[in-house]
T-cell receptor
Framework: AQSVTQLGSHVSVSEGALVLLRCNYSSSVPPYLFWYVQYPNQGLQLLLKYTSAATLVKGINGFEAEFKKSETSFHLTKPSAHMSDAAEYFCAVISTGANNLFFGTGTRLTVIP | GAGVSQSPSNKVTEKGKDVELRCDPISGHTALYWYRQSLGQGLEFLIYFQGNSAPDKSGLPSDRFSAERTGGSVSTLTIQRTQQEDSAVYLC?????????????FGPGTRLTVL
């Protein structure tokens, strides 16, 4: 069985502040983990993915995430928020050998000028 | 190159009617997925196709939902006798192959509203 929990359905940060979006996963086998971003009225765009090559993963737009097996976490961070980062962010898991993604419930990020 | 496209972008229908949603995957992608995004359930997997293999239908919520993929390319998701709880955004994705490693590329979705 596999699942993802995203803590905080809404997160607000000031422009220039640190962005931290939390994701915890559950998987009975080694997982691959993903962060997707969804801008209004658009589809999902991949930010980054963890596939066991390195625990610290760098993605697009200055985002990165660290896989911590001991904490079953894959939190997304960005040192300095931009207004353009306002969107909804989804963490997803897929177990090795599986084919479909299991998504968290999403976190809506608001950036305050 | 062209991404995943979906049509229509919006569909409003009356309860009890049938609807068809279309997905054009990225050329050369052998795997195609359907997901549903709704307020109450978040993002849920519905079905995926890999090449000419039998589809994995394990996520379809009821027998009113069906999907086909013709010629290994375009896919149609059909919902029969629509209900208000079917209102959601239906997302299609494609990948090179259906496995845990290859990135799934998503289309913009079809917003279905059942009155």
């Amino acid at each position: 069985a596999q699942s993802v929990t995203q803590l905080g359905s809404h997160v607000s940060v000031s422009e220039g502040a640190l962005v931290l979006l939390r994701c915890n996963y559950s998987s009975s086998v080694p997982p691959y983990l993903f962060w997707y971003v969804q801008y209004p009225n658009q589809g999902l765009q991949l930010l980054l993915k963890y596939t066991s090559a390195a625990t610290l993963v760098k993605g697009i737009n200055g985002f990165e995430a660290e896989f911590k097996k001991s904490e079953t976490s894959f939190h997304l961070t960005k040192p300095s928020a931009h207004m353009s980062d306002a969107a909804e962010y989804f963490c997803a898991v897929i177990s090795t050998g599986a084919n479909n993604l299991f998504f968290g419930t999403g976190t809506r990020l608001t950036v305050i000028p | 190159g062209a991404g995943v496209s979906q049509s229509p972008s919006n569909k409003v229908t009356e309860k009890g009617k049938d609807v068809e949603l279309r997905c054009d995957p990225i050329s050369g992608h052998t795997a195609l997925y359907w997901y549903r995004q709704s307020l109450g359930q978040g993002l849920e997997f519905l079905i995926y196709f890999q090449g000419n293999s039998a589809p994995d239908k394990s996520g379809l919520p009821s027998d009113r939902f069906s999907a086909e993929r013709t010629g290994g390319s375009v896919s149609t998701l059909t919902i029969q006798r629509t209900q208000q709880e079917d209102s959601a955004v239906y997302l299609c994705a494609s990948s090179l192959v259906a496995d845990s490693y290859n990135e799934q590329f998503f289309g913009p979705g079809t917003r279905l509203t059942v009155l």
